[in-house]
């Protein structure tokens, strides 16, 4: 069964940092694709950023562009973003997503509960 | 970055009903649609891939046609637990895009 689990979400202040996390289970971990997707408080879904299964590759949406950093230890069947520069827009509920496939472009066939992050002094 | 936008937004319709959710693209995108399904304080599930493609464990009531920049997802007979959120995602460019939802709510 897959399993994704995000952790590492909290209250942080304006221009702070945090790191997320998402253990994976179920699954050949470095075969897939993942991706971070957040939601805004009652709005909808955006895409932050997706890395490759081996690892080599990134792309970010440019709302988190120079800010946010994702990686993957596939030794440790686990997935991060690192998050700096931290706005009071990037406060949202952040979910780990598995690709269906190893390359960058995806749909997500499972996500985890999510995590939430608050941005707020 | 490929804009994608849902219409309506808000959806009333009744136990029964046929449902019809339209998804449109900035710019084709051939075939590489998918549709989302998410209830309030969970995460979002996996309805419709490729456009058109059922995912597994999906009853079959789910329905998704299109390609190029106009798609739809349609629900033949709507039940209770299909009161929810849904939202179309483009998987064509790097960045993979959402609509913005459509919520359909009890008439």
């Known amino acids: 069964e897959v399993q994704l689990v995000e952790s590492g979400g909290g209250l942080v202040q304006p221009g702070g940092s945090l790191r997320l996390s998402c253990a994976a289970s179920?699954?050949?971990?470095?075969?897939?694709?993942m991706s971070w997707v957040r939601q805004a408080p009652g709005k909808g879904l955006e895409w932050v950023s997706v890395i490759s299964g081996s690892g080599s590759s990134t792309y970010y949406a440019d709302s988190v562009k120079g800010r946010f950093t994702i990686s993957r230890d596939n030794f440790k069947n686990t997935l991060y973003l690192q998050m700096n520069s931290l706005r009071a827009e990037d406060t949202a509920v952040y979910y780990c997503?598995?690709?269906?496939?190893?390359?960058?472009?995806?749909?997500?066939?499972?996500w985890g509960q999510g995590t939430l992050v608050t941005v707020s002094s | 970055d490929i804009q994608m936008t849902q219409s309506p937004s808000t959806l009333s319709a009744s136990v029964g009903d046929r449902v019809t959710i339209t998804c449109r693209a900035s710019?084709?995108?051939?075939?590489?649609l998918a549709w989302y399904q998410q209830k309030p304080g969970k995460a979002p599930k996996l309805l419709i891939y490729k456009a058109s493609s059922l995912e597994s464990g999906v009853p079959s009531r789910f329905s998704g046609s299109g390609s190029g920049t106009e798609f739809t997802l349609t629900i033949s007979s709507l039940q209770p637990d299909d009161f929810a959120t849904y939202y179309c995602?483009?998987?064509?460019?790097?960045?993979?895009?959402f609509g913005q939802g459509t919520k359909v709510e009890i008439k």
């Open positions: 179920g699954f050949i971990f470095s075969n897939y694709a």
């Open positions: 710019q084709s995108i051939s075939s590489w």
């Open positions: 997503a598995k690709g269906w496939f190893g390359n960058l472009l995806i749909y997500f066939d499972y």
């Open positions: 995602q483009q998987y064509f460019s790097y960045s993979e895009t």
